[in-house]
């Protein structure tokens, strides 16, 4: 499970990325509604899996707050994530695979 985004640029440039994928690395505070997420961005999924990372400007980490009746869970995660970046100005596609 990861992310396809668009409208992201290498880091420190102008130099748009066709697509990337992101995977996922959080931290679920016990408090259950706190969750620290890192992005593990690369130029595609099996890249992301072997780790293989890109320098974009996509934020490095994330804190959210779950909403009320969230669970701290993979999907939930996700969806936020999505919002927060669509909101940013990326396109964002949940992959389920």
Request: glycine residues 6%; charged residues 25%; without cysteine.
């Amino acid at each position: 499970m990861g992310l396809l985004i668009t409208n992201a640029k290498f880091k420190n440039t102008d130099i748009e990325v066709l697509q990337v994928y992101a995977r996922i690395q959080y931290f679920a505070h016990a408090d259950g509604k706190k969750v620290n997420a890192k992005l593990i961005v690369a130029k595609d999924k099996a890249d992301a899996l072997a780790w293989k990372e890109i320098a974009t400007n996509l934020p490095e980490s994330l804190a959210l707050t779950m909403g009320e009746n969230q669970n701290q869970d993979l999907v939930t995660i996700h969806e936020l994530i999505k919002g927060v970046l669509e909101i940013a100005g990326f396109g964002v596609t949940i992959d389920l695979a």
